[in-house]
C-alpha cells in the first residue's frame, strides 16, 4: 500500500503514547430543569479542551464502545482561524507544534501541520471505535487525499466516500469548476459492518400496485436467479396453464426457488406434476454447457389434466384474483413473474450521493442555529441536524454512544437528542470541543433544545386564487393584472408577498405572515466537563490530588484494557477493582499513609474468589513462595503501573 509522507510524520506517528492522562473534572449537570451542582450520569456529555488530551483521557472508560463517530474537522482552506493553521500564530499551536515535532514544526506548510494535528487524533478515535462500530469524517477536497490516505493506514476498513450536495444555489462568483459538495469519509473496524436502511419514501411505494386484491400492494419480480451451470437442478421447463407453452429461465439463469416450492405454488393455479421431457438440449443450451455435461433426471413442472381443464382452472384463478406468488404476465398469457410485496420490503440501501433535499444544506444549517441563538449565528460553518441523523440512522442502535471530537455549534447532540426521541432511543453522545465557545454556544445550543426556544413561526395565507379554465386562459393578461392588484392593495397588510405563481392548475398569490411560537423541548439531560489535572506529575509519581476513584479507573484500564464500570464499595471489599478473566485486580491505597501487604492485611483485602490476583500496595512483606503458591502477584505504587 503506498504511504504519505510529511514533514513531522516520523515524530507524531507515535505521539498518542506520549499524550498523558488526565482527568475529566465534572463542571456541573443540566436537564429540563435547569442546571446543577450533582451529575445527571445520563452518559451525555460536553468537554471543554483540548480534543487530543481529551480523547486519551476517554480511553479508560471508552476504549472500544463508541458505535459511531462522527467529526467535522477543519477543512485547512488557508482562510480560516482554527488554532492549528499557519495562518494564526495562536500561542497554543507553537507550543504543540514545538513539544511535538521539535522547533522547526513552526516553518512547516499548513498542510504538515494539518497532518500532523489529524493523526494523532484519528489514531486515538479508533482505539475508542467499537468492533461494530463505523466512523464518519467531513471533508473538502483541500485535504481529501491526504485525509484518506492516513486513514487507509489508521483504520481497518474503508466503507465509502458520501457525496454531500451542501447548497442549493451555487455561487457564481467562484472561478473555475464550483464545488457544490463536501465529501464524508466513512470507515469501519470490521469488515462485516452494514449500514442500517434508509426508511421507504412515498416515490419507492408508488411502484407498487394491486391489480388482483391481493392481501398488500406488490411489484412484479424476476422468477429467476443467476447460476444456472451451478444450480442445474433448478433449471427446467414449467407449462404455461393457459397457453399450454413451455416457459424456461433466461439464458444462464435458472429458477429462483427450489423445485418442490416452485411446483407448490403452481399447484395453486391447476394441477401439476414433475415430468421428464428429454429435453437436456434445451436445458444445455440455457446453462452453456454442452450437452454431455448437462444433468441428468431433471424433470418439468407440466400440467398434470388435460389442457382444455387447466386453462380453466388457471383463468378462474385469474378473474377470481389473489393471485399465488409466482404468476403468469401479460393477463395471464405470458411468462412466470414474483410478486414482491410492499409489506415484506425492506427500506432502500443508503448510496454515496446525499441530496439537499433528503439531509439539509448550509443555509438550512445557519437557519437552524439563528432560530435557537434568536436572530444570531454564533458558529460559521454548522452541518444541518438532519445530516447528521442521517449518520445516526444507518449507524446507530437505540443504546449506542456517538462521539463528536471537533463538536463545533453542537450539532450531533441535537442530532441525537432528535434521533432518541424519533424512534425512543438512549443514545448518549460525547462532544469535545477546545475553543472558548465550548460553553457558551457548543453546550448553550444543547441546553436550549432541552429547554425548548422561542422561535418565528411563518404562516401562509391565500390572498388570491384564479382556476386556469379553459375560458380563463385566453384572459391571462387579465388574470395576471387583478393579481397584481390585489397585492398592491395588501401590501400594509403583510410582510411578505409572492408574485403570481400557478399552484395546482390556479394562478395564486400567497402572504405571509410571521408569528411569536416556541420549539418545545426535548427531555434529556448532560454533563459538563473541563480537561482536568494529569493523572502523573513530574517526577512520574501519581498525582494524588486527582482522588482515588480517578486513579482506580486508571489502574484498572492499564491492566484490562476495559472500563472499570464496578461501583467502588464501602467497607469490606472496597480495596477490589473488578474481576477479569478470572482476575482479581486489588489497589490497597491509601492517601494519607503507606499500604503493605502482609499477612494481616491480605484478609482484609481479598474478598472474592478468583484463579489469580493482582494486588496494588505500597510495600509487600508476603514471602515469595506464599504468594507464587497462591497465585499472588504484587505490584508497587506507583512505578509498577503502566503508562499509555
Not at 451542582?37 to 452518559?43: D, K, Q, R
Request: hydrophobic fraction near 35%.
Amino acid at each position: 500500500m503506498p504511504t504519505l509522507e510529511w514533514l513531522g510524520k516520523e515524530r507524531i506517528v507515535a505521539h498518542h503514547l506520549e499524550v498523558p492522562f488526565h482527568v475529566l473534572e465534572h463542571r456541573y449537570g443540566f436537564d429540563s430543569e435547569g442546571r446543577k451542582e450533582a451529575a445527571t450520569e445520563s452518559g451525555n456529555k460536553i468537554i471543554h479542551g483540548d480534543n487530543l488530551v481529551a480523547l486519551k483521557s476517554l480511553l479508560p472508560q471508552y476504549e472500544g464502545r463508541v458505535d459511531c463517530i462522527y467529526i467535522d474537522p477543519p477543512y485547512n482552506t488557508g482562510n480560516e482561524g482554527w488554532v492549528y493553521n499557519d495562518n494564526v500564530r495562536d500561542p497554543r499551536i507553537l507550543k504543540w507544534i514545538g513539544d511535538a515535532v521539535g522547533k522547526e514544526g513552526e516553518d512547516f506548510s499548513r498542510h504538515d501541520k494539518w497532518l500532523c494535528m489529524m493523526y494523532p487524533r484519528l489514531v486515538l478515535l479508533e482505539k475508542l471505535l467499537s468492533p461494530e462500530g463505523a466512523i464518519f469524517i467531513s471533508i473538502d477536497r483541500n485535504e481529501f487525499a491526504y485525509l484518506k490516505a492516513i486513514c487507509d493506514r489508521i483504520f481497518n476498513n474503508f466503507v465509502g466516500c458520501i457525496s454531500w450536495q451542501r447548497t442549493y444555489s451555487p455561487r457564481n462568483d467562484s472561478k473555475g469548476i464550483v464545488s457544490e459538495t463536501e465529501y464524508i469519509l466513512v470507515y469501519s473496524k470490521s469488515s462485516d459492518w452494514q449500514p442500517n436502511r434508509l426508511e421507504r419514501t412515498d416515490e419507492m411505494d408508488a411502484r407498487y400496485k394491486n391489480p388482483d386484491n391481493d392481501w398488500c400492494a406488490w411489484k412484479s419480480g424476476d422468477a429467476s436467479a443467476p447460476g444456472a451451470s451451478t444450480h442445474q437442478g433448478m433449471v427446467y421447463a414449467i407449462q404455461q396453464p393457459i397457453t399450454g407453452k413451455l416457459i424456461y429461465p433466461p439464458k444462464n439463469r435458472c429458477w429462483s426457488l427450489e423445485q418442490s416450492e416452485m411446483l407448490r405454488i403452481m399447484s395453486q393455479w391447476c394441477s401439476y406434476e414433475l415430468q421428464d421431457i428429454n429435453d437436456a438440449k434445451q436445458r444445455a443450451e440455457i446453462c452453456g454447457i454442452s450437452d454431455s455435461e448437462v444433468r441428468e433426471g431433471v424433470c418439468a413442472i407440466m400440467l398434470k389434466e388435460p389442457k382444455e381443464k387447466s386453462r380453466e382452472l388457471a383463468q378462474a384463478v385469474l378473474e377470481r384474483g389473489q393471485w399465488p406468488k409466482l404468476y403468469f404476465t401479460l393477463n395471464g398469457k405470458g411468462g412466470i413473474g414474483r410478486k414482491i410485496y410492499l409489506e415484506q420490503t425492506e427500506g432502500k440501501n443508503p448510496t454515496n450521493l446525499w441530496p439537499y433535499s433528503e439531509v439539509g444544506h448550509t443555509d438550512e444549517a445557519k437557519k437552524e442555529l439563528k432560530d435557537i441563538f434568536g436572530g444570531k449565528v454564533p458558529f460559521d460553518t454548522p452541518k444541518p441536524v438532519r445530516l447528521i441523523e442521517r449518520i445516526l440512522h444507518i449507524a446507530t442502535r437505540p443504546d449506542s454512544i456517538v462521539l463528536d471530537s471537533f463538536a463545533g455549534s453542537g450539532t450531533t447532540a441535537h442530532a441525537v437528542l432528535r434521533q432518541n426521541r424519533k424512534d425512543g432511543g438512549n443514545r448518549r453522545f460525547i462532544l469535545i470541543e477546545m475553543m472558548d465557545y465550548a460553553e457558551d454556544t457548543t453546550a448553550e445550543r444543547v441546553r436550549r433544545v432541552i429547554t425548548g426556544y422561542p422561535t418565528k413561526q411563518k404562516q401562509e395565507v391565500e390572498i388570491f386564487s384564479k382556476k386556469l379554465t379553459s375560458k380563463n386562459l385566453l384572459k391571462g393578461a387579465e388574470i395576471i393584472a387583478e393579481a397584481e392588484k390585489v397585492i398592491a392593495d395588501n401590501r400594509d397588510r403583510y410582510p411578505e408577498i409572492s408574485k403570481p405563481k400557478i399552484v395546482d392548475n390556479c394562478v395564486k398569490v400567497i402572504a405571509s405572515t410571521v408569528a411569536d411560537g416556541k420549539v418545545a423541548g426535548i427531555s434529556a439531560s448532560f454533563d459538563y466537563y473541563e480537561v482536568g489535572l494529569p493523572l502523573f506529575i513530574d517526577d512520574n509519581n501519581l498525582n494524588e490530588e486527582v482522588g482515588a476513584d480517578k486513579i482506580r479507573e486508571y489502574v484498572y484500564y492499564s491492566e484490562t484494557h476495559k472500563p472499570l464500570l464496578r461501583r467502588r464499595e464501602k467497607g469490606t471489599g472496597k480495596w477490589l477493582m473488578d474481576t477479569h478473566n478470572d482476575i482479581g485486580y486489588y489497589f490497597y491505597y491509601k492517601p494519607d499513609e503507606v499500604t503493605d501487604l502482609n499477612m494481616e492485611t491480605l484478609q482484609e483485602i481479598v474478598t472474592e474468589k478468583a484463579g489469580h490476583y493482582v494486588i496494588y500496595a505500597d510495600t509487600c512483606t508476603l514471602p515469595p513462595d506464599f504468594m507464587e503458591a497462591r497465585n499472588i502477584t504484587f505490584k508497587k505504587i506507583p512505578r509498577d503501573i503502566r503508562r499509555f
